[in-house]
């Protein structure tokens, strides 16, 4: 009998993992996709303020860091960061709602009895949250490269290209060797 709820906790905090993750991953890959080139940005601590609640100062910050590596104007920094401003003032309701599906998801997952239904809803909720995340970030991003040249949108292409590169080294590294 002990093994049998040893296997059965085993298998409800797995679920309850995949659920996270699933929700992560959903959530999660399209701010990935929304890094900037650079070392900053909506990556580095992640676009929902993993460092805390994302403020218009912080905002600023980012957006000026990158500016400055792709040479903007003051008057394409003050336009991105208004674009920026403007995506994160619409996307803060999100963070909550994230905290709220992960805890739910624990419960529902934890709880005496499956409830697929409930566990299906929640899912359902998660992709559609994910898909107004990344309809309105696309949406920022082709506002900002509207205010870009051809010149800085092309550095920026080159920039994304090399940290895709590091990362693909520092996530395989026997391909540095061969």
Same mark, same amino acid.
């Given at each position: 009998?002990?093994?049998?709820?040893?296997?059965r906790?085993?298998?409800?905090?797995?679920?309850?993992?995949?659920? /996270? +993750?699933?929700?992560?991953?959903? /959530?999660?890959?399209?701010?990935?996709?929304?890094a900037?080139?650079?070392?900053?940005?909506?990556?580095?601590?992640?676009?929902?303020?993993?460092?805390?609640?994302? %403020?218009?100062?912080?905002?600023?910050?980012?957006?000026?860091?990158?500016a400055?590596? /792709?040479?903007?104007?003051?008057?394409?920094?003050?336009?991105? %960061?208004?674009?920026a401003?403007?995506?994160?003032?619409?996307?803060?309701?999100?963070?909550?709602?994230?905290?709220?599906?992960?805890?739910?998801?624990m419960?529902?997952? +934890?709880?005496p %009895?499956?409830?697929?239904?409930? /566990?299906?809803?929640l899912r359902?909720?998660?992709?559609?949250?994910?898909?107004?995340l +990344?309809?309105?970030? +696309?949406?920022?991003?082709?506002?900002a490269?509207?205010?870009? %040249?051809?010149d800085?949108?092309k550095?920026?292409?080159?920039?994304?290209?090399?940290?895709?590169?590091?990362?693909?080294?520092?996530?395989?590294?026997?391909?540095?060797?061969?």
């Amino acid at each position: 009998m002990e093994e049998t709820n040893g296997r059965r906790r085993f298998f409800r905090n797995a679920a309850v993992a995949a659920l /996270i +993750s699933s929700v992560a991953a959903g /959530i999660g890959a399209t701010a990935v996709w929304a890094a900037p080139a650079g070392h900053g940005g909506w990556h580095h601590g992640g676009f929902m303020g993993g460092r805390g609640p994302m %403020t218009d100062e912080r905002v600023e910050k980012m957006v000026k860091h990158f500016a400055v590596e /792709i040479n903007a104007t003051p008057e394409q920094t003050a336009k991105l %960061t208004d674009i920026a401003k403007g995506a994160f003032k619409d996307l803060r309701p999100l963070r909550e709602k994230v905290r709220e599906a992960r805890k739910r998801g624990m419960e529902l997952l +934890s709880a005496p %009895t499956v409830d697929r239904a409930a /566990i299906e809803k929640l899912r359902a909720e998660q992709i559609q949250a994910a898909d107004q995340l +990344s309809r309105r970030m +696309s949406q920022a991003f082709a506002d900002a490269a509207e205010v870009l %040249t051809p010149d800085q949108r092309k550095k920026i292409g080159e920039r994304m290209q090399k940290r895709h590169e590091r990362h693909q080294q520092r996530e395989r590294p026997e391909q540095r060797r061969g």
